[in-house]
């Protein structure tokens, strides 16, 4: 028969194990950096002029660029403009970690 303590033991092994894969699999995946920017960026995007993501990995960081768009009325297509865009970096724990305006 076990003792108290022994399964004491074996569920706080289990809790260090299961804590343990959590932190492993903290690192961000492209879905979840390109949700970020979506947050980050929606006040500037919206149905009438949506705007476009490409999200890209270097290192520990994402970097993910929006391309912001513009009509000039409401019978036109929404269409990019020249510094209409900027970078979102993003690391691996989820934090903006620099914004780059267009130029």
């Not at 260090?16 to 949700?35: D, H, K």
């Not at 149905?47 to 999200?55: H, M």
């Not at 993910?64 to 036109?76: A, K």
Request: proline residues 6%; hydrophobic residues 35%; contains cysteine.
């Amino acid at each position: 028969m076990r003792s108290y303590f022994d399964i004491a033991w074996s569920v706080l092994a289990a809790i260090g194990v299961s804590f343990a894969s959590v932190a492993c699999s903290s690192e961000l995946t492209q879905a979840q950096a390109t949700s970020l920017a979506k947050t980050a960026s929606a006040k500037d995007c919206a149905e009438a002029t949506p705007c476009t993501y490409d999200t890209r990995r270097e290192a520990t960081r994402w970097y993910v660029h929006v391309q912001f768009t513009h009509r000039n009325s409401p019978d036109e297509p929404a269409l990019p403009y020249p510094g209409g865009h900027e970078t979102i970096v993003i690391d691996d724990h989820g934090k903006i970690v620099e914004t780059v305006p267009g130029e």
